[in-house]
């Protein structure tokens, strides 16, 4: 294929998000070819099924971990975040209708307490949010594993109902990811909090002589991150009907959230990005694994594929990051000293 400069030029121009949604929907096209050498359909109601389902687990953590990574941290403790509210919905329910109200409410309120206690270790001790939630993660992986031994709690079938409802071709716990991530969409566009978020992970020390207070969106941003893990824990909760203590770790939400958000065009020094992006990188790995699913390709296989995939990206992003930067000096400027060429008088 040859690239021409006017097709360099308009590539160029395209923003991250754009090109997330180009990849995704050559990844559908890709998909649907080999899952076609295989004998099945891609676009089958049961496949287009499984595959929204798939986003909305990671989808919520992503969400989450998108509203982080642009103040400038990181989320580490998310998977054991995803357990802890699936234990504590299922124990508090314990099978009872009447229970589901308050097994919610108590649930988001420990997750938001795990967060905020995230969120004062970054902006007050200046800890490193990789250090101060890996840390705050092994607390919880401590009090999971000395508490729960096993599968615990039991919810009851109303809330069950959840998980396997939907509304035509759309899982209902697919429309709660979309609701939720519409809220944090029009929070980062619309509001004042939303744009403090962006000035504190473009530069800190910028937004800090500019009169922002640094702490409240890095602390608000943490705390909406950990419900947001709370709320999949509790969609987990749903399908599974018990309580898991490893159910987070198993799904690895930590690391592949993180991937999906760089892979969505967010910049993972923070600053930069969005949920809209989040979302596209999501259904590119929702894709990647119904189709390698189709072809039964090697879990082992899978990890090899996501790694170059997010490589890939992150190398992309980087090139066009140096290509838009501009040049240090102005070669049209004179030196100081010297004096610009006069213009030849015809």
Do not use: W
């Amino acid at each position: 294929m040859i690239v021409t400069p006017g097709l360099r030029a308009r590539l160029a121009s395209l923003s991250s998000t754009a090109i997330v949604y180009l990849v995704l929907l050559a990844a559908i096209a890709v998909g649907a070819i080999l899952t076609a050498t295989v004998g099945r359909n891609f676009f089958s109601s049961g496949n287009i099924s499984a595959i929204l389902t798939a986003t909305s687990i990671l989808g919520l953590v992503a969400i989450g971990q998108t509203l982080v990574i642009l103040v400038g941290s990181l989320d580490l403790s998310v998977p054991y975040v995803v357990s802890l509210a699936s234990l504590v919905g299922g124990t508090t329910m314990a099978g009872e209708s009447g229970s589901i109200i308050p097994a919610v409410l108590l649930t988001l309120a420990v997750a938001a307490a795990i967060g905020l206690a995230n969120g004062l270790v970054v902006s007050q001790l200046h800890v490193h949010g990789f250090i101060a939630t890996l840390g705050v993660g092994l607390v919880v992986s401590g009090y999971l594993g000395t508490n729960y031994q096993g599968s615990s709690g039991s919810a009851p079938k109303a809330f069950r109902a959840v998980d396997g409802a939907s509304i035509g071709p759309v899982p209902v716990s697919v429309l709660i990811m979309l609701a939720l991530a519409a809220a944090v969409y029009l929070m980062l566009s619309r509001t004042r909090v939303g744009h403090h978020m962006y000035a504190v992970g473009g530069s800190p020390e910028v937004a800090r002589l500019s009169g922002l207070r640094i702490s409240p969106p890095v602390v608000l941003a943490h705390v909406l991150c950990s419900v947001l893990a709370g709320v999949a824990g509790l969609l987990l909760l749903s399908r599974l009907s018990v309580g898991s203590p490893t159910i987070g770790s198993q799904g690895g939400y930590d690391l592949l959230s993180i991937a999906a958000v760089v892979l969505g065009g967010t910049l993972l020094a923070g600053g930069r990005g969005g949920v809209i992006g989040t979302l596209g990188g999501v259904a590119i790995f929702a894709v990647m694994d119904s189709t390698m699913g189709a072809l039964q390709v090697n879990p082992f296989l899978k990890d090899v594929v996501r790694g170059v995939i997010i490589i890939a990206a992150v190398a992309v992003y980087a090139r066009r990051n140096l290509q838009v930067r501009p040049t240090r000096f102005d070669r049209s400027v004179p030196p100081v000293g010297t004096t610009p060429q006069t213009q030849e008088v015809r």
